[in-house]
């Protein structure tokens, strides 16, 4: 598939290159607010956007990684990591009941 693309009511598979040539994340909207996981690795200083981001350190094209950090920043209300520590030791979604 090529792009964004809403595979199901409320699911989408975001396109999130950068990290890889074809890199995916996946948003889900919930009750708490829109999550999305994502399909490259994350770090503290990028989310929440409280600060300009940092471009990944393993990455195949800098400005691609750069701008998909920017398109995750403006989707997600709830942000689920890949390669995240801390996100590895919660016991459910940020949000969630």
Known sequence: ???D????PGVRVIFSPGHTVG????????AGGRAVTTGFCCNDKNFPAKRPAVALG???DLIAAYETIQKIRG??????????PADGRRS???GQA
């Open 1 to 3: 598939m090529e792009g």
């Open 5 to 8: 693309v809403e595979i199901a």
């Open 23 to 30: 890199g995916q994340s996946f948003a889900v909207e919930t």
């Open 58 to 60: 393993v990455h195949i």
């Open 75 to 84: 989707l997600a209300e709830i942000l689920t990591p890949i390669h995240y």
């Open 92 to 94: 459910r979604i940020p």
